[in-house]
């Protein structure tokens, strides 16, 4: 079975025993909050960035916000906010793009 399919199978069975900490989102430990008015182009790239890596994740929308949902692991391969106080993808240390702030 693959990962991805172990993680279908993971978050089916949590919907079913009734432990639904808000669904899919129970099978990802890490979250990565976004203001809702981030720069699509940028938002984009992060996103196409995991999946050419082939990180496992989840997006999600909140009010004001979006949420981006994975494992710990994978967290080189999100979006973070910097000393810089910008947003790039990758942590401090994995950096490789960036955009400017749109708060």
């Given amino acids: 079975m693959t990962s991805s399919n172990n993680a279908a199978q993971a978050v089916t069975e949590a919907l079913e025993r009734g432990d639904d900490r808000q669904g899919a989102r129970a099978f990802f430990d890490v979250e990565v909050h976004l203001p809702a ?30 949420v981006i949902a994975c494992d ?4 080189e391969f999100m979006p973070s906010r910097w000393s810089d106080k910008r947003w790039h993808i990758g942590g401090e240390e994995f ?9």
């Fill in 72 to 75: 710990p692991a994978d967290t």
């Fill in 37 to 66: 008015n981030i720069d699509k182009a940028f938002l984009s790239a992060a996103l196409l960035y995991a999946i050419e890596n082939k990180v496992e994740f989840a997006v999600f929308h909140e009010p004001g916000k979006i």
């Fill in 95 to 103: 950096g490789c793009h960036s955009h400017p702030d749109d708060e």
